[in-house]
Structures are given as C-alpha cells and as structure tokens.
C-alpha cells in the first residue's frame, strides 16, 4: 500500500462523497433538490410526490460512484478495471469540461449564472485537476 497514489485516492473520494451527496438529495427532497440547483421541472416534480427526480439522481450517484472506482482502481487500492486508462482520461475530461464550460457561460449568458454553478463549476474543474495530476503522476504505469 505503499506506492499508492494518493492524487488519484483523493480524486476517488471526492467522486464518493458527491455519489453520497446525490443520495442525500433524494433523501432530502424537494428542498435539497432546489437548494442544489435542479431544474423548475425537476422540482416540481418531486413536490408533486414523482419518482422521476429520484430515479435520475440515483443513476448520476451510480456514475459517480463508477467514477470513484475507477480513481481508487488506478490509484492501487482496487484491482485494475478493464479499460482502465481510457475510462480515467474520459472522467478527467468530464470534470474539467464541465468546470471550464462556466467560462463561455459567463460570456454568452451571464444571466443564467448563479452561486450553486460557480462553486459546482469551481469544485469540478479541481476534481478534473486531481484526476490529470493522478493520471500525470502514473505516467507509462497506468
């Protein structure tokens, strides 16, 4: 346990904890589902008693959760996953698209953006930097 990359385990925590969080939004409810940003249809519907929002919100926990695999995988604490390094640079790209996507956002419709999509936008693109320095740090190894 020695050699253990401990750049891509803190991408994979991170992963895990925001799996949890999708969790906690379902448990949560209509409040939680507002408060974290969801869409008006989203909301409405879970205030109107639908399990649509849960069902979406626990297949993105599941991705999350997939994603913290696949960090904790090649950081060494799992087995190799199949298509290992491939699957990594995809999830690394995800985050950091979708934190750097605020840039243009900011520029073409600075009206739609709010606190919840900084700070989410801010927190991805430091989890895509976790997996590029993990992936970095791996070199020829992953």
């Known amino acids: 346990m020695a050699n253990l990359n401990k750049t891509l385990m803190t991408a ?8 949890l969080l999708h ?4 448990i949560g409810g209509t409040e939680w589902y507002r408060f974290f940003g969801a869409g008006d249809t989203i909301v409405q519907l879970s205030s109107q008693g639908s399990i649509y929002p849960g069902l979406i919100t626990l297949g993105i926990a599941l991705v999350f959760f997939s994603w913290a695999l696949y960090a904790f995988s090649a950081a060494g ?5 199949p298509w290992l390094k491939p699957i990594l640079i995809v999830i690394t790209l995800i985050y950091l698209i979708r934190g750097a996507g605020l840039l243009p956002m900011i520029l073409i419709s600075p009206e739609l ?3 919840f999509l ?3 936008s801010i927190i ?7 997996h590029f320095a993990g992936i970095r740090q791996m070199g020829e190894r992953l």
């Open 118 to 120: 900084i700070v989410s």
């Open 113 to 115: 953006v709010d606190n």
């Open 124 to 130: 991805s693109f430091l989890i895509g930097s976790l």
């Open 23 to 26: 969790l906690l939004i379902i």
């Open 77 to 81: 604490v799992l087995r190799r996953l």
């Open 12 to 19: 994979g925590l991170c992963s895990l904890i925001t799996a």
